[in-house]
């Protein structure tokens, strides 16, 4: 019987067996290097001096044979050694990772031998090996085989590729390099040895927008679906940029607080980030305050005045996007969410005890009725025929219709396979549901019901059976989950997908905890919410040959629900489900909401 492929892949020998490199030299040694300069490699005294420096030698020797040197090569990296220390006039072990560059520029074209040989004998990091100019995947193979290495990628491209990455992703040779990078720092060629503060820490030091950093990002959410990693990565901009500007105090407080809060995370973000624009303010014109034990209601009212005048960029941070709008007057629901976000900060740092109660931050950071009364709903439902043509072109999409696709999630390829775009846009135009709860939606989540079945009956559907289409809608902003009756366009377009869709990996649902099938997943990954307004609306309007915008703004993906939830709130008929009356001349009516809709914003 043969034995498991770990035991054959595991390497013989690991850099733990390679002795360590002098960091001083004694007389002695000093005498031999200056005497082997000038004498002959197969003399008497040659070889008398080599012994002499076999505290060199020793260490040099095994760190060439764990990479597996030929002995041309071995001896050249010996001769580039002792040439440095000769130079320098220290021992190589004393040298920084910018010594040992100097003096592996000097092997020419080993310069990569004795940079990795440096590896194995403790003295460079793997990181300064690789800034050093050594390319990571020759070195992981010296340090770990070749087989061993090949196996560890094979196992991040089965996963790709089951999970639906094309083959341009999973073949791409930054993949492999970046499992290099990985396991050089973790010093094993281990897919479990990767923790998610390594490839964090390896994702913010690639160049922003580079494939390297396109790798790390994958293999993150790769290793998250293998269940290797307990999370994947954010595709964010640094979280530490929001932090300058801000004094250092302050922001320990805010840190404090995000790290206790119980509310939703998003709600913990916005109050996190609303308390770092304040702590922004703060510096620039207070810096004398430094903690909320500072705080008096003076200031508050202070803080009061700067928002209710403030306009966009003002608070913002180096990372923020906002040069196209810098210098409006901020909204009036951004100012209300800033006053909101530093009351709930004070509120419950004064309830759990951590500030003193100087004022009241209910009454002190209330909105003003100036500013509630410019926040409403606004529906903006879209013209009659600008619907009609929306849902023609949602349900005519082919394939030809996704090379169009042109803003963040597509350029002239394929981002998602036509019944995925296909079911996504029907749920838009036929659901009446928010954005986020569209990309929440689970496998599973629709049910057909005949009309003698009982509330919870689920069963097949065949074309003209005449059964009720029911959606299961997640937890959502205002309430729990819920069922509703849809049309069966949208039960029908969920079931083509959901027999095309690869298996994913189960995840975490950012409003409940739980680990569901996400109906809208490929590659590991959810549908992004922002992929509604920034792919999939643009390639509706593009087919259906309506401008992006209207009389009242863009198109937007709450608009749709807006439209939806007044046509059925205006009808002239009772808001009674025909979505299967086949009588001839009877427009059919689809009744999208269970809960009664109100005409005013369908929030």
């Not at 999973?170 to 973790?186: I, R, Y």
Request: proline share 7%.
């Amino acid at each position: 019987m043969s034995a498991p492929l770990a035991t054959v892949l595991t390497p013989p020998a690991t850099t733990s067996q390679v002795g360590c490199l002098p960091r001083e030299l004694i007389a002695a040694e000093r005498v031999a290097l200056e005497a082997m300069v000038t004498l002959a490699p197969n003399s008497v005294s040659y070889r008398r001096a080599r012994q002499s420096l076999r505290r060199v030698f020793e260490p040099l020797a095994q760190a060439s044979q764990l990479l597996a040197l030929g002995p041309s090569v071995r001896r050249c990296v010996q001769r580039v050694v002792l040439r440095g220390m000769l130079v320098n006039g220290t021992a190589c072990g004393a040298w920084d990772a910018a010594t040992w560059a100097t003096v592996a520029h000097m092997a020419g074209s080993f310069r990569s031998n004795v940079l990795g040989v440096a590896h194995c004998t403790g003295t460079l990091s793997g990181e300064e090996v690789i800034a050093a100019g050594v390319h990571a995947t020759y070195l992981a193979r010296r340090l770990f085989g070749q087989p061993v290495l090949e196996h560890e990628i094979d196992r991040v491209r089965t996963h790709l590729r089951l999970v639906g990455y094309a083959h341009t992703s999973v073949d791409h040779a930054t993949l492999a390099n970046g499992l290099a990078v990985l396991f050089v720092q973790a010093g094993r060629a281990e897919l479990e040895a990767l923790t998610v503060e390594t490839i964090e820490n390896a994702y913010g030091s690639a160049p922003a927008g580079s494939e390297r950093r396109k790798a790390f990002f994958r293999l993150a959410h790769a290793l998250h679906g293998m269940g290797l990693l307990p999370r994947a990565i954010t595709h964010r901009t640094d979280p530490r940029d929001a932090l300058i500007g801000v004094d250092p105090v302050w922001s320990s407080w805010c840190a404090r607080w995000r790290a206790t809060a119980t509310v939703a995370p998003r709600t913990a973000t916005a109050v996190y980030y609303g308390a770092l624009k304040a702590g922004r303010w703060l510096a620039r014109e207070h810096p004398d305050v430094r903690t909320p034990d500072d705080w008096t209601r003076d200031l508050a009212v202070a803080y009061m005045a700067m928002v209710k005048e403030a306009h966009v960029g003002d608070l913002a941070g180096p990372g923020a996007h906002v040069e196209r709008r810098r210098g409006e007057p901020l909204s009036p629901k951004t100012k209300a969410g800033l006053l909101e976000s530093l009351c709930t900060f004070f509120r419950d740092l004064q309830e759990w005890g951590w500030c003193k109660h100087h004022f009241e931050p209910r009454r002190v950071f209330a909105t003003p009725r100036a500013i509630n009364a410019l926040i409403g709903p606004r529906p903006r439902v879209l013209a009659d025929d600008v619907w009609a043509k929306l849902l023609w072109a949602g349900l005519q999409l082919d394939d030809a219709d996704l090379h169009t696709a042109r803003p963040r999630f597509g350029s002239t390829w394929r981002v998602y396979p036509l019944a995925f775009v296909k079911a996504a846009a029907i749920a838009w135009l036929f659901a009446g549901l928010r954005s986020d709860e569209i990309v929440r939606l689970r496998v599973g989540c629709i049910r057909w019901q005949h009309a003698g079945g009982g509330p919870a009956a689920a069963t097949t559907h065949v074309p003209g059976d005449g059964a009720t289409c029911l959606l299961d809608v997640p937890t959502h902003k205002t309430g729990s989950s819920y069922t509703k009756p849809v049309d069966p366009l949208l039960g029908e377009a969920i079931g083509v997908w959901e027999e095309q869709r690869p298996p994913q990996p189960l995840l975490v649902d950012r409003k409940t905890g739980e680990r569901v099938p996400a109906l809208f997943c490929l590659r590991g990954r959810a549908l992004p919410t922002q992929y509604l307004n920034e792919t999939l609306i643009p390639l509706l309007c593009h087919k259906a040959g309506v401008p992006l915008e209207d009389a009242r703004g863009r198109i937007t993906s709450h608009r749709a629900r807006a439209t939806i939830a007044s046509q059925l709130y205006n009808a002239k008929e009772p808001m009674t489900d025909y979505s299967n009356d086949s009588r001839p001349g009877l427009p059919r009516r689809r009744l999208l909401c269970a809960q009664h809709p109100h005409h005013r914003g369908a929030d």
